[in-house]
């Protein structure tokens, strides 16, 4: 019996943000929208992490539209999912493998519970699929946890690992993992680090230090440097991408967790103000429960599209 499709577990994913969405919008006068039905409008949006520029550019949208027509409910619906898809498109974006020399170099950066060590497994399974040749390397050497967890994974998925003691030297973890996969032809090597951001500076030294090392061997090494998101975190999650980008020279980003919570319109709000490519999202524990997305089709389920014109599951 198979599971779920990508499809129905992205509709169970962003359910919670979904419902948030239609909720805050319920109760709105319908019809001819005036100033203070499309105010209510713009702070529902607002309170929907959707982000204040996103919901300024729905409501000027809004305002234009029912010039033209009384809108009803999938109006407004369809007018917030167009929206959102084209917030949404510029920054969908796939993790290309194409480094050469390989290996390319995935450096996997977040705080600590961000489910930063769990996400570089999937995202190793979804390139394992793709047929590359994947190792991984346990850069976080400041929890002993990390180092555990991630060698589980590895064993599970199939992978090489390269780990070194607690404490020890990130870098120089980092190097022996980028000889060995040189030698094994390995296509794709993803290196967790430290998620320590309390100590800034700190983590910056030591992610200077990761850089250094891996640009003597090959100067457009690191080739991505992923920030792993929590969307239940919601607007904190922007203030990271803030000091990540600041830290660590961000090139793109994974949101996991969406399952998880009601607040899951920080996609949109982080697509809007930092316009960095979105290379995947989890909604799921499973190991196959991360995958690129299409811009529509989260679009929709986010403003409750799909709900609203098909006949809900039993």
């Given at each position: 019996?198979t599971?779920p499709?990508w499809h129905?577990?992205l509709l169970?994913?962003f359910k919670k943000?979904?419902d948030?969405l239609i909720?805050n919008l319920?109760?709105?006068g319908l019809?001819r929208?005036?100033?203070?039905?499309?105010?209510?409008?713009e702070?529902?949006?607002?309170?929907?992490?959707?982000?204040?520029?996103t919901?300024?550019?729905?409501?000027?949208?809004?305002?234009e539209?029912?010039?033209?027509?009384?809108?009803e409910?999938?109006?407004i619906r369809l007018?917030?999912?167009?929206?959102?898809?084209?917030?949404?498109?510029?920054?969908s974006?796939k993790l290309?493998?194409a480094a050469?020399?390989?290996p390319?170099?995935?450096?996997?950066?977040?705080?600590?519970?961000?489910?930063k060590?769990?996400?570089?497994a999937?995202l190793?399974n979804?390139?394992?699929?793709?047929?590359?040749?994947?190792?991984?390397?346990a850069?976080?050497?400041?929890r002993?946890?990390?180092?555990?967890q991630?060698?589980t994974w590895?064993e599970r998925i199939?992978v090489?690992?390269v780990?070194g003691p607690e404490?020890?030297?990130a870098a120089?973890v980092?190097f022996?993992?980028v000889?060995?996969a040189?030698?094994?032809?390995?296509?794709?090597l993803i290196?967790?680090?430290?998620?320590?951001l309390q100590?800034k500076?700190e983590?910056?030294?030591?992610?200077?230090?990761?850089?250094?090392?891996?640009?003597r061997i090959?100067?457009?090494s690191?080739?991505?440097?992923?920030?792993?998101?929590?969307?239940?975190t919601?607007?904190n999650?922007?203030?990271?991408i803030e000091?990540?980008?600041?830290?660590?020279g961000?090139t793109?980003?994974?949101?996991t967790?969406?399952?998880?919570?009601?607040?899951g319109?920080?996609?949109?709000?982080?697509a809007q103000?930092?316009?960095l490519?979105?290379?995947?999202i989890?909604v799921?524990?499973k190991?196959?429960d991360?995958?690129p997305?299409d811009?529509?089709?989260v679009?929709?389920i986010?403003?409750g599209?799909?709900?609203?014109?098909?006949?809900?599951?039993?």
């Amino acid at each position: 019996m198979t599971g779920p499709s990508w499809h129905e577990r992205l509709l169970g994913g962003f359910k919670k943000t979904s419902d948030r969405l239609i909720g805050n919008l319920a109760g709105i006068g319908l019809g001819r929208l005036g100033t203070e039905q499309l105010d209510e409008i713009e702070e529902a949006l607002i309170a929907s992490d959707l982000g204040p520029a996103t919901a300024a550019r729905i409501r000027g949208r809004l305002e234009e539209a029912q010039v033209e027509r009384n809108l009803e409910e999938l109006g407004i619906r369809l007018i917030v999912a167009e929206e959102i898809a084209k917030v949404l498109d510029p920054v969908s974006k796939k993790l290309e493998i194409a480094a050469f020399p390989r290996p390319q170099v995935i450096l996997v950066i977040g705080v600590n519970g961000s489910g930063k060590t769990t996400t570089i497994a999937k995202l190793a399974n979804l390139l394992l699929e793709q047929d590359y040749g994947v190792m991984l390397a346990a850069g976080d050497t400041f929890r002993a946890a990390a180092i555990g967890q991630l060698r589980t994974w590895a064993e599970r998925i199939g992978v090489p690992i390269v780990t070194g003691p607690e404490g020890g030297d990130a870098a120089g973890v980092v190097f022996e993992a980028v000889k060995q996969a040189t030698e094994k032809g390995i296509d794709v090597l993803i290196v967790d680090t430290a998620g320590r951001l309390q100590n800034k500076r700190e983590l910056m030294d030591e992610l200077a230090k990761i850089r250094r090392v891996l640009g003597r061997i090959n100067p457009a090494s690191p080739h991505d440097v992923v920030l792993v998101l929590d969307a239940t975190t919601g607007q904190n999650a922007l203030n990271q991408i803030e000091v990540f980008k600041e830290v660590a020279g961000v090139t793109g980003l994974v949101m996991t967790k969406l399952d998880g919570t009601a607040r899951g319109g920080v996609l949109v709000a982080a697509a809007q103000k930092y316009g960095l490519p979105i290379h995947a999202i989890g909604v799921g524990e499973k190991v196959d429960d991360l995958r690129p997305f299409d811009a529509n089709e989260v679009a929709r389920i986010i403003a409750g599209v799909e709900e609203f014109t098909s006949p809900r599951s039993a």
